[in-house]
């Protein structure tokens, strides 16, 4: 049994003791490989009921602690006081009074001898040495490493932290079928028509949901009599963007490529910057190929049986993560997903519906004198996005 996925409750199995407690975990159990791939997971993730169509979290995360130097400094061959001009980047301020702060650059060590502003520090400098000067220059990376008191120091200032709000919608999905009297009452060979259309648009309502929660754009919009309400996609929603269409210094040489050392390097620097070391990669058509290239060569994938979660899987093992990748059906259809490569971390991710709105079947929607019968499926929900920089969008990425 292949351990399982970060972010699924139980073990994740999709057997016949699963018991679905509405069509959306019905239609994962029939199809976890169809159209849906995403909810078909969510499904077996984390789900929570809210009594509100807009949803609130908090967003917080520990910072670098690392700034860029605003200007240059000169040599100087003593312990000494001095100043730097930093960015207001928000990462200065966590220099305070005692703090050991490094020049990557140049590996001088200094000490902050007063709290930092956001565009000034002030530091003794060349701590320790007293031989070579230094020098630095503008674009110089500092960093907070460690602190040090003098016995019998007063305490400091200290640091608050303030999180992010973020928020997000619960958008509402109907998807009516309808046939009428006589051909429900109608014997086919093929079987019955209501029963044909009603499997036929539990399909389309998971595929509208799968779309949304991708592609979707956070909208309110109170223009009309009643609120309308978009729930934002994954896709619009994260800022981990690398579009390689644009040929880009440090992220790939040419345009239209990632080769294998700068998927590498994308992976340790960005992807799994943040979150765990297991991620689900959708993909689509182009990039399987280049993975499946590198694969080949040096990685050797390891199908994971489709068994264990209902859904295929091709892990890719490297020092940085492991990559769960899955050829996204839908990105086979859509323009320009061929190239698209999204990575969800799955316990940063939440299946939100309104209370007592999750999937259903509504029967008999039909109007009184209508010799039909009408039914539909509904859905009021949306995603939460616990993180953001845990997950990463590549677009754009047609070869190696």
């Keep these: 049994m292949v351990a399982a996925i970060q972010g699924l409750r139980g073990s994740g199995d999709f057997d016949t003791d699963h018991r679905p407690t509405n069509y959306r975990e019905l239609y994962?159990?029939?199809?976890?490989?169809?159209?849906?791939?995403?909810?078909?997971?969510?499904?077996?993730?984390?789900?929570?009921?809210?009594?509100?169509?807009?949803?609130?979290?908090?967003?917080?995360?520990?910072?670098?602690?690392?700034?860029?130097?605003?200007?240059?400094?000169?040599?100087?061959?003593?312990?000494?006081?001095?100043?730097?001009?930093?960015?207001?980047?928000?990462?200065?301020?966590?220099?305070?009074?005692?703090?050991?702060?490094?020049?990557?650059?140049?590996?001088?060590?200094?000490h902050a001898t007063a709290d930092s502003t956001n565009t000034l520090l002030t530091i003794n400098r060349n701590v320790g040495t007293s031989g070579s000067p230094l020098a630095a220059n503008t674009g110089d990376i500092c960093f907070v490493a460690g602190f040090a008191a003098a016995e019998g120091a007063d305490v400091g200032n200290g640091i608050g932290f303030d999180a992010v709000v973020a928020h997000n919608f619960c958008q509402i999905f109907r998807t009516p079928f309808e046939v009428?009297?006589?051909?429900?009452?109608?014997?086919?060979?093929?079987?019955?028509?209501?029963?044909?259309?009603?499997?036929?648009?539990?399909?389309?309502?998971?595929?509208?949901?799968?779309?949304?929660?991708?592609?979707?754009?956070?909208?309110?919009?109170?223009?009309?009599?009643?609120?309308?309400?978009?729930?934002?996609?994954?896709?619009?929603?994260?800022?981990?963007?690398?579009?390689?269409?644009?040929?880009?210094?440090?992220?790939?040489?040419?345009?239209?490529?990632?080769?294998?050392?700068?998927?590498?390097?994308?992976?340790?620097?960005?992807?799994?910057?943040?979150?765990?070391?297991?991620?689900?990669?959708?993909?689509?058509?182009?990039?399987?190929?280049?993975?499946?290239?590198?694969g080949k060569a040096r990685w050797a994938p390891e199908n994971i049986d489709g068994g264990t979660y209902g859904i295929n899987f091709t892990r890719y093992r490297t020092f940085a993560g492991d990559l769960l990748v899955h050829l996204h059906p839908q990105f086979r259809q859509l323009p320009d997903m061929a190239s698209a490569a999204l990575i969800v971390d799955f316990p940063f991710l939440t299946y939100r519906y309104l209370q007592s709105r999750d999937t259903q079947l509504l029967r008999d929607r039909q109007g009184n004198g209508q010799d039909t019968k009408k039914h539909e499926y509904l859905t009021e929900c949306g995603l939460e996005l616990l993180q953001d920089e845990v997950h990463h969008y590549i677009k754009g990425w047609d070869s190696l």
């Design 28 to 110: 994962t159990l029939l199809e976890p490989n169809g159209t849906a791939p995403l909810n078909a997971l969510l499904a077996m993730g984390s789900s929570e009921a809210t009594d509100d169509p807009k949803y609130n979290n908090f967003r917080d995360e520990l910072p670098d602690r690392s700034f860029v130097l605003a200007a240059g400094i000169t040599a100087d061959v003593t312990v000494g006081a001095d100043t730097l001009a930093i960015d207001d980047n928000g990462e200065g301020k966590f220099a305070l009074s005692g703090a050991v702060v490094v020049n990557g650059t140049t590996g001088e060590i200094m």
């Design 180 to 294: 009428t009297e006589s051909l429900r009452n109608t014997y086919l060979r093929t079987g019955s028509k209501e029963d044909e259309a009603m499997s036929k648009a539990l399909k389309l309502h998971m595929s509208d949901m799968e779309r949304a929660m991708l592609f979707g754009r956070k909208v309110l919009d109170q223009t009309g009599a009643q609120d309308l309400r978009f729930t934002g996609g994954i896709i619009n929603e994260i800022t981990g963007v690398t579009d390689i269409s644009v040929q880009t210094n440090g992220i790939n040489a040419a345009a239209d490529k990632l080769t294998e050392t700068e998927f590498d390097k994308r992976l340790i620097d960005t992807i799994f910057k943040y979150g765990s070391k297991q991620k689900v990669c959708f993909v689509g058509a182009n990039v399987a190929a280049s993975l499946q290239e590198m």
